[in-house]
């Protein structure tokens, strides 16, 4: 049993005896009032001095058990065990039966019926009220049976039927009243158990809710948010925890004369009663942003959430407040992450984007225009390879410092790339003012940087795109600029370039040509054409340059000129070199096989299919599948290639010379042509541009150009071809200054296969000109 159920148990005996002997007084006197009666009834029939003698001992038992109730009540508990109060009580009880009880056994009369009916009524009556009232059932045991034991011991003992008789029943019913006090015995226990057991459960859940609420308390008051109680009305302050009296430095007493508008600033009662509203109106919390001021007068921003209490009377807000100053500098933290560059501290491509939608609708409403330049560095590749990725950083660390010098506060300037930059321009009355700036902008690239002790150079190459009239998206204006971008780079870069709408429709055109040139030469739209090279000492071909020809069942023939370009942009030259490397090989292979003849044969590469690495393997491929040696394959390059500041191009070039290939240089005289770079890469032959030739019978300065290279070449013993050899006047001018190897048109432009392997099986010592 555990200590819950004893103390039930113990709650229960003590409620039963309580009521046994609260109830005992009552009974007592009216079972004194009823035998009053009841030997007053008797009186006559029998002798008065031994009535009055019983009536004194009855006076006497029931006194005593008024002063037992007595004594009970005032000193309870205090001095003697319940078991103890309870046994005085079945003797009180026992000795009051018994009393009774001997009435009739003492005065007992067998003459009349009526007596007899007196005599058991007159016990009954009292047992009826005892029933209910003793709720100890030994003691209405012992109370019943020297009640009713005489009557049923006279009536039986009258040898009379009748009385036999009624004495039997008498006995039943006796019988009857102890099955019946039992059971409302046992319901009285049952009753006070359940009473006693829910008494406890609910004394649990109420120290346990109590525990709860101190401990949530403790809580509340140790942390390190704020929480203030208000009174709604006044705005005075009830209570607040430790928290709000660490953070705002006052004393629990000072804040006992605050108002609220003293602790959150810029809230009055006006102010605050409308901030509140929503709480009568059923919402349950409402959030506040703003700030608290300390009793310093310093402040700090918080958010608060406010609850209201309607059961108070007058009602409370509780505002539990946090101080958010470290949240906001995080907020401010992301923001800045999200919309500035890390490195220049510039705005970023995300800024621009967000940002665009109020700039486009500032303009359409004051009918302005918006320019975005968009502009990167021309040679930053470079500059980041070669000396080195803090170098690549802080140029454009100082980039973006010289773009923002050039700039109004109005102007926006964000990188949104690598080393590309955008500019926005609000506001504008005239486009003209763009070109202004651009032209600032593209001028203040020419001086050099001072970037970790290295003197850089690097220039911009600037597009132009203007909000309303190019586009109406930040897409469309991005991607027009830069277009104009590229178009500004093929200029020549250094310079700017407006988008024009021609632009668009070339790169739209472009684009077109791009996707068909993809399945080329799956669609076996590509062929080779020869141009042969002639020997003129010997007048002999020796060799032909393998040019790459588009005819595309769609779009027609397409020019070299046009497609190449293309090609390169799109990363697709690879596919067309290595197609272009082995169908020539192959076809130099057949020259020998038909006709005997062991020519070479010229390759143009481009200088996109050096920077991949795989050129070197595709030449081996195309070497290997065709047979052809490698010595009889030229591979034509031009000077940006050798230009290019990476040692990648020269260590392929050794290698490709190494394994006997041989190096022409294409377009020679066109670029940057100089004697250092000859002597660095490992050529063996000189191409002179077709521009020179055909200047050669109109201009003074085309001839002292040729010459100068022919005398280069024979200095570096590089062997020399002068392409687009048009007439026998510039013809007979090479042929003067000891130039041997001519290709163009006056002998045969490029031919298709067919028609060079027919010049090849005529064997004709010098070829006539031909047409395609
Ligand atoms: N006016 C004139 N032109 C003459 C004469 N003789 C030859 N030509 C043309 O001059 C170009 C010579 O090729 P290129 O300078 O390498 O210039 C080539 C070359 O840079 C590029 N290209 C052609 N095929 C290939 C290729 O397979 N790979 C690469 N990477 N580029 C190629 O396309 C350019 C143009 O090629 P084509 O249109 O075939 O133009 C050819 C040829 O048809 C002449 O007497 N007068």
Request: charged share 20%; proline share 3%.
């Amino acid at each position: 049993m555990n200590s819950q159920t004893a103390e039930i148990d113990a709650n229960i005996e003590q409620e039963r005896i309580d009521n046994l002997y609260r109830r005992s007084k009552t009974a007592s006197i009216t079972l004194l009032l009823i035998s009053t009666v009841y030997v007053l009834l008797i009186a006559k029939s029998f002798p008065l001095a031994h009535l009055i003698t019983w009536y004194l001992v009855l006076v006497i038992v029931l006194a005593g058990r008024l002063v037992a109730a007595h004594w009970y009540e005032s000193a309870r508990n205090r001095r003697h065990s319940l078991t103890f109060w309870l046994y005085l009580f079945r003797f009180g009880v026992f000795v009051a039966g018994a009393t009774v009880g001997s009435l009739n056994l003492f005065f007992f009369s067998q003459e009349s019926l009526s007596f007899l009916l007196l005599a058991i009524i007159f016990p009954f009556g009292i047992i009826v009220g005892a029933v209910t009232i003793l709720l100890d059932f030994l003691a209405f045991f012992l109370y019943v049976s020297t009640l009713m034991g005489p009557v049923i011991f006279q009536t039986s003992i009258a040898g009379d039927q009748l009385f036999g008789g009624i004495g039997a029943l008498t006995f039943i019913l006796v019988l009857f009243f102890l099955k019946f006090s039992k059971e409302y015995n046992n319901n009285f226990v049952t009753t006070s158990r359940l009473r006693f057991e829910n008494k406890a459960l609910l004394k649990n859940l109420e120290e346990e809710r109590n525990q709860l609420n101190n401990r949530l308390g403790r809580i509340m008051n140790d942390s390190s948010i704020e929480i203030f109680v208000f009174n709604a009305r006044t705005l005075r302050c009830l209570q607040v925890n430790r928290g709000a009296i660490e953070n705002l430095g006052y004393t629990k007493e000072e804040f006992a004369a605050l108002h609220l508008p003293d602790i959150f600033v810029n809230l009055d009662l006006h102010s605050f009663s409308r901030l509140i509203q929503p709480l009568y109106g059923g919402r349950e919390v409402v959030i506040h942003k703003g700030e608290n001021r300390r009793k310093d007068k310093s402040s700090y921003p918080v958010e608060a959430r406010l609850q209201l209490s309607k059961q108070d009377d007058p009602p409370i807000v509780v505002a539990t407040v946090q101080n958010i100053s470290e949240r906001i500098e995080w907020e401010k933290k992301l923001i800045f992450q999200a919309n500035f560059d890390q490195l220049t501290g510039l705005r970023n491509r995300h800024y621009i984007q967000a940002y665009m939608h109020s700039v486009f609708t500032r303009a359409r409403r004051q009918q302005r225009k918006v320019a975005l330049l968009f502009m990167d560095l021309d040679n930053f590749k470079n500059i980041n390879d070669t000396l080195g990725h803090d170098v690549g950083d802080e140029l454009l660390r100082q980039t973006a410092r010289r773009i923002l010098t050039l700039l109004r506060e109005s102007d926006i300037a964000a990188r949104t790339g690598g080393d590309e930059f955008t500019v926005l321009l609000e506001n504008l009355h005239e486009v003209s003012n763009a070109e202004l700036v651009a032209g600032k902008l593209v001028k203040e690239f020419r001086h050099p940087f001072k970037v970790n002790g290295h003197e850089v150079y690097t220039t911009i190459s600037l597009g132009i795109s203007i909000y309303p009239d190019d586009g109406s998206t930040l897409d469309q204006l991005m991607k027009y600029a830069d277009m104009a971008m590229y178009q500004a780079k093929n200029n020549g870069r250094n310079n700017y370039c407006f988008f024009s709408h021609e632009m668009r429709r070339s790169s739209e055109e472009q684009m077109m040509i791009s996707t068909h040139l993809r399945h080329a030469i799956a669609r076996e739209e590509l062929s080779l054409y020869y141009q042969p090279k002639i020997d003129i000492d010997r007048s002999k071909i020796i060799g032909a340059e393998a040019l790459l020809r588009w005819h595309s069942k769609d779009l027609g023939s397409i020019s070299p000129e046009i497609f190449i370009p293309l090609a390169e942009q799109s990363g697709l030259i690879n596919d067309l070199g290595n197609w272009v490397l082995q169908t020539a090989c192959q076809e130099a292979m057949e020259w020998e096989k038909r006709y005997g003849e062991k020519l070479h044969v010229s390759v143009n590469i481009s200088p996109q299919q050096f920077r991949t690495g795989i050129l070197f393997e595709a030449v081996e491929n195309a070497l290997s599948l065709s047979g052809l040696p490698p010595e009889r394959l030229e591979l034509e390059i031009t000077e940006s290639l050798l230009l290019q500041d990476s040692d990648e191009p020269l260590a392929l070039l050794r290698a490709l010379h190494e394994n006997r290939i041989r190096l022409a240089l294409d377009d020679f005289g066109t670029g940057y042509s100089s004697l250092s770079y000859l002597r660095r890469f490992p050529l063996q032959v000189l191409k002179i541009d077709r521009s020179f030739i055909s200047g050669l019978t109109v201009d003074q300065s085309s001839c002292a150009l040729v010459d100068a290279i022919i005398a280069m070449a024979h200095s570096l013993e590089l062997e020399l071809v002068a392409e687009g050899v048009e007439n026998e006047n510039e013809l007979t001018f090479l042929r003067q200054r000891g130039v041997e190897i001519i290709q163009g048109y006056f002998f045969s432009p490029p031919l298709p296969v067919e028609k060079f392997r027919t010049l090849l099986s005529e064997k004709e010592e010098t070829p006539q000109v031909q047409s395609p």
